[in-house]
């Protein structure tokens, strides 16, 4: 099995009714993370969070500097080109699919590495889960997961984390 998937036992958990684009599926990951959470909310009141990026920071510790370069309403919308930094990385990003309070994803460019990040939803009798996974190639990516194997995966824990507390209010 791929070294990336074995991480966190993430690579066992991936959901198959993720959307991947050709060349960018988890068994073809430098680096991959697999993380889903429940909450308590709407799936329209999580996706509204998810897709109002430039709120990001102001709520999610791990971005910065999200500008939203194409968008009427400075949200994301299938297209929509954005840049931020994450995880120390400057990244040019380009959403690739959105379904509205369903599923968005996109692809995310920096240094060394090619990223496709995805949030799935799913309206449950509690709310809506919420699974996102994430594949990254390239030599940064490699170098990211041998020197902090374990950081895209508690990263995107905390991203959950803080869209849940976020959509519960």
């Known amino acids: ?7 966190d036992g993430d690579g066992a958990q991936r959901d198959p009714d993720i959307h ?4 960018q599926h988890p068994e073809d990951a430098d680096l991959y993370a697999h ?5 308590n909310a709407s799936c ?4 509204a969070n998810i897709v109002d990026a430039q709120s990001w920071p102001s709520w999610y510790p791990n971005s910065h500097n999200v500008v939203v370069h194409d968008s009427p309403d400075n949200k994301l919308h299938e297209g929509t080109k ?8 400057h990244i040019e990003s380009t959403v690739h699919e959105l379904v509205p309070n369903s599923r968005i994803g996109w692809w995310g460019l920096g240094t060394g590495m090619k990223a496709y990040h995805t949030f799935l939803l799913a309206k449950t009798d509690q709310g809506c889960h919420i699974i996102t996974e994430e594949v990254v190639r390239g030599e940064g990516a490699i170098k990211f997961r041998q ?6 995966h508690e990263g995107h824990d905390l991203w959950l984390k803080v869209i849940k507390e976020r959509s519960e209010k």
């Open 1 to 7: 099995m791929n070294e990336a998937l074995t991480i």
């Open 20 to 23: 991947w684009p050709k060349g």
């Open 35 to 39: 993380n889903e959470i429940m909450v």
């Open 44 to 47: 329209e009141t999580v996706f």
């Open 82 to 89: 954005f840049s931020w930094d994450t995880f120390g990385v």
């Open 147 to 152: 020197e902090q194997p374990n950081a895209m």
